[in-house]
């Protein structure tokens, strides 16, 4: 099985900060890699799919990068609604499995 | 607009069984893969199965292969979840999603998933 690993768990930043989240795949997933918001009680929410494709109607601060074994996602501009847990996902082959999630807070 | 509502959820003994369902609305349903994921109460997501768009094809994570089984019915515009031999640590939220890159690339494809339905609680208790 392939193996996510994101860091950090937990980042805190201000509203304007850029932050970045990165995610390591245990080995080589070309592009195929997800990334998803989710807050409190709700729903994931795709936002970038095959590793930098932006999903229609997400923020264009929102950003991904990489490919093989090592992605990125950046928000460029923090925005107070962006306090969410962040997740990425492989689905380069079967099972499919997430990372373990960034916790992204306002400071 | 699309709408995924997942019902069947609630408390069920260790060993128990337990059918969950997932109506769509708002999309040709047959077109697409659809799928299951997970979540343990305060815990990160798992992805625990998906089915092609026409039934066909279904996989599982290694945790619930041999006790879960997914299925739809492309008539009804329903998925499901049967899920048998619980224990208690398949207590979680389940949610159903679309898998978007079926609906992108093509059928026999299997990748993001969106949207997602609100999810049900399914709690695994004596």
């Known amino acids: 099985d392939i193996q996510m690993t994101q860091s950090p768990s937990s980042v805190s930043a201000s509203v304007g900060d850029r932050v970045t989240i990165t995610c390591r795949a245990s080995q080589g997933i070309s592009r195929w890699l997800a990334w998803y918001q989710q807050k409190p009680g709700k729903a994931p929410k795709l936002l970038i799919y095959d590793a930098f494709s932006l999903q229609s109607g997400v923020p264009s601060r929102f950003s991904g990068s990489g490919s093989g074994t090592d992605f990125t996602l950046t928000i460029s501009s923090l925005q107070p609604e962006d306090c969410a847990v962040y997740y990425c996902?492989?689905?380069?082959?079967?099972?499919?499995?997430f990372g373990g999630g960034t916790k992204v807070e306002i400071k | 607009e699309v709408q995924l509502l997942e019902s069947g959820g609630g408390l069920v003994q260790p060993g128990g069984s337990l059918r969950l369902s997932c109506a769509a609305s708002?999309?040709?349903?047959?077109?697409?893969?659809m799928t299951w994921v997970r979540q343990a109460p305060g815990k990160g997501l798992e992805w625990v199965s998906v089915?092609?768009?026409?039934?066909?094809?279904?996989y599982y994570a290694d945790s619930v292969k041999g006790r879960f089984t997914i299925s739809r019915d492309n008539s009804k515009n329903t998925l499901y979840l049967q899920m048998n031999s619980l224990r208690a640590e398949d207590t979680a939220v389940y949610y159903c999603?679309?898998?978007?890159?079926?609906?992108?690339?093509?059928?026999?494809?299997?990748?993001?998933?969106?949207?997602w339905g609100q999810g049900t609680l399914v709690t695994v208790s004596s």
């Open positions: 089915i092609s768009d026409s039934g066909g094809n279904t």
């Open positions: 999603a679309e898998d978007g890159r079926s609906k992108v690339v093509g059928s026999g494809n299997y990748g993001w998933f969106e949207p």
């Open positions: 996902q492989h689905y380069a082959s079967f099972p499919i499995t």
């Open positions: 708002g999309f040709i349903f047959s077109n697409y893969a």
